[in-house]
T-cell receptor
Framework: SQKIEQNSEALNIQEGKTATLTCNYT??????LQWYRQDPGRGPVFLLL?????KEKRKERLKVTFDTTLKQSLFHITASQPADSATYLC???????????FGSGTQLTVLP | DVKVTQSSRYLVKRTGEKVFLECVQD?????MFWYRQDPGLGLRLIYF???????EKGDIPEGYSVSREKKERFSLILESASTNQTSMYLC???????????FGNGTRLTVT
């Protein structure tokens, strides 16, 4: 069955460092992969989409990579700030699928 | 900006009651989704609708039904609420294809 795994434990990093979050998937051949941010008590908010033919995508301090051979996406936040503290969710999506399935998320805490 | 509005932020119901959770989006999106979110289990898809009066089961449809009579409104129905349906319920919408999901802020349902 299809499986999505994100960093299993919460991730704590020091302000100013780069945070790297991992999304691994099995039994999938996604054409796209989306990343979302979720703050406590709120719904997830879309951050970035990367296509299978794009190795890397950037948006301000965010960078996402997509390695279809390793079946993995990495999500980087450079120069991290306490305001980046949140849960980050990945969602691989195959081209024909209507449904969007999420990983369980990684809770990131940036310490001042 | 897209707005997805869920009718209640908090809801307390008794076991056996019929419960309606309402969701309205204002951007003429074709697809609408209902997820539940539980600690350690992440977001799990209950049902989604790809058009008016059209629906498909997600990963955990048991004990739930849905209704989509108008494009902007998607209702989740718990036919006979049970304590294991205590959860955060999140509604989302999007255009067709790989467009990002827009989430509401959730309804925290407690069944006693």
């Amino acid at each position: 069955s299809q499986k999505i795994e994100q960093n299993s434990e919460a991730l704590n990093i020091q302000e100013g460092k780069t945070a790297t979050l991992t999304c691994n998937y099995t039994n999938y051949s996604p054409a796209y992969l989306q990343w979302y941010r979720q703050d406590p008590g709120r719904g997830p908010v879309f951050l970035l989409l990367i296509r299978e033919n794009e190795k890397e995508k950037r948006k301000e301090r965010l960078k996402v990579t997509f390695d279809t051979t390793l079946k993995q996406s990495l999500f980087h936040i450079t120069a991290s700030q306490p305001a980046d503290s949140a849960t980050y969710l990945c969602a691989p999506l195959s081209g024909s699928a209507r449904q969007l399935t999420f990983g369980s998320g990684t809770q990131l805490t940036v310490l001042p | 900006d897209v707005k997805v509005t869920q009718s209640s932020r908090y809801l307390v119901k008794r076991t056996g009651e019929k419960v309606f959770l309402e969701c309205v989006q204002d951007m003429d999106h074709e697809n609408m989704f209902w997820y539940r979110q539980d600690p350690g289990l992440g977001l799990r898809l209950i049902y989604f609708s790809y058009d008016v009066k059209m629906k498909e089961k997600g990963d955990i449809p048991e004990g739930y039904s849905v209704s989509r009579e108008k494009k902007e409104r998607f209702s989740l129905i718990l036919e006979s609420a049970s304590t294991n349906q205590t959860s955060m319920y999140l509604c989302a919408s999007r255009r067709q294809g790989n467009s990002p999901l827009h989430f509401g802020n959730g309804t925290r349902l407690t069944v006693t």
